[in-house]
Every structure is written in C-alpha cells, then in structure tokens.
Nanobody
C-alpha cells in the first residue's frame, strides 16, 4: 500500500503560479510512475501530467508550456509547478502512482492504483 499526501493548493489570480507537492510513503521498489490529475465541478477527472520511472514525462495539451512535473526520488516527492494559471485550471488536483512503467498510459486514471486525497486550486480572473 502506497499512501500519498498532496499539499500546496490554494487561491491565486490569473497569471499567477503555484507549486503542488505530493509525498509518498515507502515504495517496495524503485520501479514506479506518478501523475497529476484534476477534476473540476461537473467534469470528469483528467490527466494533467505524468512522469515515468525513467524520467520521461507527458502533459495534457491544455497545460503544455505552463506546467512542469518533476520528482525527487530520495524524498519520494512529486511536484507540479504551475505557471501562467488560468481560471479554467480551477479544480481539485490529485496525485497518483503505481508500479511498473506508465508509457502511453501516464495520463489515464485507470492505469493508477494509489491516489491522494486531493488539494484545491482556485484561479480567479
């Protein structure tokens, strides 16, 4: 069982920045991938960014050039740097992880087993 705890959400004006963090409990091995998802009211959960065990990353088209995913393996912590935020980025953001290689499935929620509780991000115009 891997437990995930997100932090760093909050309220910001359009054009501002936030950095989300996700701390993971101990993994049984180093072969795992991680991702960020978000869910706005009345909408389905969508993949935002993912990072594989080899460091390969994927981004949703809506955040490319604005968001950056990274991880610190020693701290077992995942990050999401969000710049140039827009009101449409408002959502609950979740981190997720699973063992193995994500590949083309990095942005698909069904590929992930372990989820955090979410952190609210609100962007005002």
């Amino acid at each position: 069982q891997v437990r995930l705890v997100e932090s760093g959400g909050g309220s910001v004006q359009a054009g501002g920045s936030l950095r989300l963090s996700c701390a993971a409990s101990k993994y049984k091995n180093s072969d795992y991938f991680m991702g960020w998802f978000r869910q706005a009211p009345g909408k389905e959960r969508e993949g935002v960014a993912g990072i594989d065990s080899d460091g390969a990353t994927r981004y949703a088209d809506s955040v490319k050039g604005r968001f950056t995913i990274s991880k610190d393996n020693a701290k077992r912590t995942l990050y999401l740097q969000m710049n140039s935020l827009k009101p449409e980025d408002t959502a609950i953001y979740y981190c997720a992880t699973d063992y193995g290689y994500g590949g083309s499935w990095l942005l698909y929620a069904q590929r992930y087993t372990y989820w955090g509780q979410g952190t609210q991000v609100t962007v005002s115009s």
